[in-house]
């Protein structure tokens, strides 16, 4: 039995303004191609499809095409599908009863009968070859019953038991279910999207704190389970070193923190013969390329000029860390990168960032502010003339108020 273990696409998602419809595409053909070419027996996809529960037309074409594609190979005999946070359990199922009938199984939130949650996935031959639990993300409401009075450290100790309860019922109803169909060697796997003790995240890739203060991490899971295909974090992992506890992480960059990652998907081998599996990580290409030059003004060009002379293609992030930069900054790094195949997405001033972060007073914080006085205080620190802040706060405002009513419209 062969499954192929892959999470984190968020369909949909921009870079810095920038639509990414290209490297989803390329991403998603490539898939294609290397499920028919490995013979895959069952495609599982660990949550968050897509970058939000509303995702445009684009992100849903790009979806169902792909799930048409897949059910076609007759190799690959089932497909699963878990929400993650990102996703709307009830977007994902509204299609679900259509979809089982090309063999696409959809779970978007808990079950209250966890068995509704295993799943019996066949090989190429018809015959039964894998017991997996699909397990999607699950909420904080799913697990975890509020008390009056209980602190925050309580709240997240009950969510951990909350959830690590759900998997250990999992594991026993599993073994139960592959008892009575009489198949003592039958593998057993599950999915999850979470975050677990010891994950490794980076930065810029846009993971969202799942649990209360980012604390809930989870630690224990069933020995029953010969593996356990998880998302939510970007980087691909082992979990704790163990090699059978998996993040594939995203099959693109999500930001400049991931571009000098190795993205892959993960191909999972079971046999009744032996217990345990064998994992091949899958290279996943390059379909966009993402680099950062970092240093002061000059540092930064000669930076350039190095990725424009070995003819470089890029969208490019510009980190700028020396003491006072010039405010015409982003101007002179748009000048170096003309007529080049490089394209400036990002000019983060670091310095300017750490002096913001001095200007505010003693115990205060990033919930302390609004989006309007973060800004005055960029304004402020960056020591623009009243008369030149007036235009720029218009302009902000402006902006503030067309994403707001971006949002609204989606709701």
């Known amino acids: 039995m062969k499954i192929l273990h892959t999470s984190d696409w968020h369909l949909g998602r921009r870079l810095y303004g920038r639509t990414r419809y290209p490297e989803f595409t390329a991403f998603l053909d490539w898939l294609v191609q290397t499920i028919e070419a490995q013979q895959v027996d069952a495609l599982v996809v660990s949550g968050d499809i897509f970058d939000t529960g509303t995702p445009g037309n684009l992100a849903q074409n790009l979806y169902y095409n792909f799930l048409c594609q897949v059910a076609e190979i007759s190799s690959c005999r089932n497909i699963v599908v878990v929400a993650g946070n990102h996703d709307s359990p009830s977007f994902l199922e509204a299609p679900k009863q259509v979809l089982q009938h090309l063999h696409i199984h959809v779970i978007g939130s808990m079950r209250e009968n966890p068995e509704e949650e295993l799943l019996l996935l066949e090989e190429n031959d018809g015959q039964p070859g894998l017991l997996l639990a699909a397990v999607p993300y699950l909420r904080d409401r799913d697990v975890r019953v509020a008390e009056a009075g209980e602190s925050g450290g309580e709240k997240t100790m009950r969510l951990v038991e909350g ?14 279910q592959r008892r009575r169909l009489n198949l003592p060697g039958l593998p057993l ?66 930001g400049f923190g991931e571009a000098r990652q190795q993205k892959e998907v993960l191909l999972v ?13 899958l290279k996943v290409p390059y379909f966009q390329r993402l680099e ?61 960032a750490a002096q913001i972060l001095q200007t505010a007073r003693a115990g205060e914080t990033l919930d302390d502010l609004d989006e309007f006085e973060v800004f005055q205080r960029c304004l402020s620190a960056a020591q623009i003339s009243e008369e030149e802040q007036g235009k720029l706060v218009e302009c902000y405002e402006e902006i503030v108020r067309d994403l707001r009513e971006e949002d609204s419209n989606r709701e």
């Open 189 to 254: 796997a599950a999915t999850g999207h979470l975050f677990t003790a010891g994950g490794r995240t980076a930065e810029g890739d846009g993971v969202r704190d799942l649990y209360v203060g980012n604390l809930a991490l989870v630690k224990n899971f069933p020995e029953c389970f010969d593996y356990l295909a998880l998302g939510h974090l970007h980087v691909p992992q082992r979990v704790g070193g163990v090699e059978h506890i998996r993040y594939s992480g995203s099959p693109i960059p999500m």
């Open 292 to 352: 950062s030059v970092e240093g002061d003004l000059a540092g930064i060009l000669t930076g350039i000029e190095v990725l424009k002379e070995k003819g470089v293609k890029c969208w490019l992030e510009a980190v700028y860390t020396a003491a006072a930069a010039p405010k015409n900054l982003r101007q002179q790094i748009e000048e170096a990168v003309e007529g080049s195949g490089l394209e400036v997405l990002r000019v983060k001033n670091s310095v300017l």
């Open 163 to 176: 959830i690590e309860a759900h998997y250990r019922e999992a594991g026993i109803l599993a073994e139960a």
């Open 269 to 281: 081998e079971f046999s009744r013969a032996e217990k345990g599996c064998r994992i091949t990580s």
